[in-house]
């Protein structure tokens, strides 16, 4: 057979042509287009966003300034029809008479011993406990988990009474342990981290600890903290705003001789004619604290979250 006779494939791509481009992407050899890669393309924001945010900033601000014209006014004032909408000369007069009639500075102690220690022990517990149901494997695992879950929908008005008589029989009425111990970690807490490190954790990290020799204690502390550092500062955070706000529990154990910021409060109102503004600038005192920490640690949690939202 000679070589005249055999078929020529006209379809076949011409290797020695030059390759094609377009100005939409590459092509391959044979003229196939390749898409280009739109690898850091950024999405900017439209005016109805800006609007939008605008908005929910404003009411989100709206109260606090409200309480601060409130605190800057006499009690007059306060009550007219409409109600001023510009602070007064009286701020810094009604804070110190708030700050006297309220025992703040007591009360304020109190309560920053109160919300940090179960903010830390919160955090702590939870982690512990959120890293046991995420990733150990133990007999009755779901069942506990179940039950810690559960423990979220009794209200718990309905553990007032006994939880009280507990405290007395431990003497502990009237004292900063009884609001305290009672709270030392959160069913919501334990199901946060649980749902965090069952994510950001992977389970091969966990098992090269275990090759290595590490006991359980030993991964958690230099595998499992780093990797929940953003969610336990969230947590830290959330725990402790709580904890300084709560009233109910510590108004029934405390009494006005050792409150915290929450029950001094009430001392502002007992009066038989409420003053307004006194009562603005007792809550403006009680706000100032948390409103000083999420200055000082809100870029840190914001840039926490961000680095825990980055897996590789």
């Known amino acids: 057979m000679t070589t005249d006779s055999l078929p020529v494939r006209t379809d076949a791509p011409d290797r020695t042509a030059p390759k094609k481009t377009s100005p939409g992407g590459r092509r391959t050899r044979d003229g196939r287009r390749l898409l280009a890669p739109r690898a850091g393309r950024q999405h900017h924001a439209g005016p109805l966003a800006y609007v939008l945010l605008g908005i929910t900033a404003l009411l989100s601000i709206f109260p606090l300034y409200w309480t601060m014209v409130a605190a800057s006014t006499d009690n007059t004032r306060v009550s007219q029809t409409p109600p001023p909408f510009l ?5 810094f007069s009604n804070l110190a008479r708030a700050w006297d009639e309220a025992a703040m500075g007591k009360a304020m102690v109190n309560s ?9 022990s919160t955090v702590m ?16 695992r779901n069942v506990l988990l179940m ?13 007032v009474v006994p939880l009280f008589m507990m405290m007395s029989e431990l003497g502990w009425a009237q ?7 009672p709270t030392l970690v959160s069913a919501v807490g334990v199901f946060f981290m649980r749902q965090y490190l069952s994510e950001a954790l992977p389970d091969e990290l966990v098992e090269a600890g275990r090759v290595d020799g590490a006991h359980s204690l030993r991964i958690f502390w230099s595998i499992v903290l780093p990797v929940a550092r953003p969610a336990m ?14 009233f109910f529990w510590p108004f029934v154990v405390l009494d006005m001789t ?4 929450p029950v001094a409060l009430t001392q502002l109102s007992a009066g038989y004619v409420r003053d307004q503004s006194l009562i603005m600038a007792g809550a403006l005192l009680g706000t100032l ?10 870029r840190q949690i914001v840039s926490g979250i961000m680095a825990g939202a980055v897996k590789g």
């Open 175 to 181: 004292e900063l342990p009884a609001v305290i111990f």
């Open 289 to 298: 604290p948390l409103l000083a920490m999420f200055v000082v640690f809100g």
């Open 87 to 91: 602070p007064g000369p009286n701020l």
């Open 147 to 159: 039950l810690v879950i559960g423990t979220m929908m009794v209200p718990p008005q309905l553990g």
């Open 233 to 246: 500062a969230v947590l830290f955070m959330i725990t402790f705003v709580h904890a300084w706000n709560d």
């Open 125 to 140: 517990f939870a982690t512990l406990a959120g890293f046991a149901f995420a990733k150990l494997r133990f007999k009755g």
């Open 112 to 120: 920053l011993i109160v919300a940090g220690v179960i903010a830390l």
């Open 258 to 261: 050792n409150p915290t910021v």
